[in-house]
């Protein structure tokens, strides 16, 4: 068998730039033998826009915490103490058929009340693990929505799905904003 010159996709010439036709159609070159990372004039690619947003963004300041923070801590601190709240006053609703266990809503409370405090204080972990907490109730509730059987609990899902993936893309900008934690040992 031969053996190729070249790795399948990688371009080894640079070729002239492209005319507004789309290429040099008189040496016989187009676009696509242009080197990888060469973007056509006026256009960037998506790595330089990705860098162009990055140095746009400025980090939170220490004292600094945008609104979906804030309505993130009070709505992890709702869930968090309502939760363990009901659970001590003997409201205990089923869950899948079944009642829970006092440790099952001391492990929710306590995560919830935790989340709440590492976003007070703007830590990653915290705004991180509270996007994921938010996204899995997201998917329950898109779930329910599909097992509904009367038009308030219909609505009632629409309201959370639509608040709560709302806060939800809210959130990502913050977090790109949030400084991540040095690696240990640096």
């Excluded at 899948?96 to 703007?122: D, K, N, T, Y």
Aim: aromatic share 6%; net charge positive; glycine share 10%.
């Amino acid at each position: 068998m031969a053996q190729r010159s070249r790795k399948r996709g990688r371009r080894s010439r640079v070729a002239a730039p492209a005319t507004a036709a789309g290429g040099d159609r008189a040496n016989g070159r187009s676009e696509l033998d242009r080197a990888p990372g060469a973007s056509r004039p006026g256009h960037l690619t998506s790595e330089e826009r990705n860098a162009a947003v990055r140095a746009g963004l400025k980090p939170i300041g220490p004292r600094e915490r945008p609104w979906p923070v804030k309505v993130s801590v009070v709505l992890a601190m709702l869930l968090g103490t309502v939760n363990l709240a009901l659970f001590i006053a003997g409201a205990k609703p089923k869950v899948s058929g079944q009642q829970p266990h006092l440790a099952e809503v001391l492990i929710f409370s306590g995560l919830m009340l935790m989340c709440a405090a590492g976003m007070w204080r703007m830590r990653y972990w915290a705004l991180l693990g509270f996007q994921t907490l938010l996204a899995i109730g997201l998917v329950g509730f898109c779930l329910a929505l599909v097992r509904v059987s009367s038009a308030v609990w219909a609505l009632i899902c629409v309201v959370v799905i639509a608040a709560g993936g709302f806060l939800f893309y809210k959130l990502v900008r913050v977090l790109s904003r949030v400084q991540m934690p040095a690696p240990p040992g640096r």
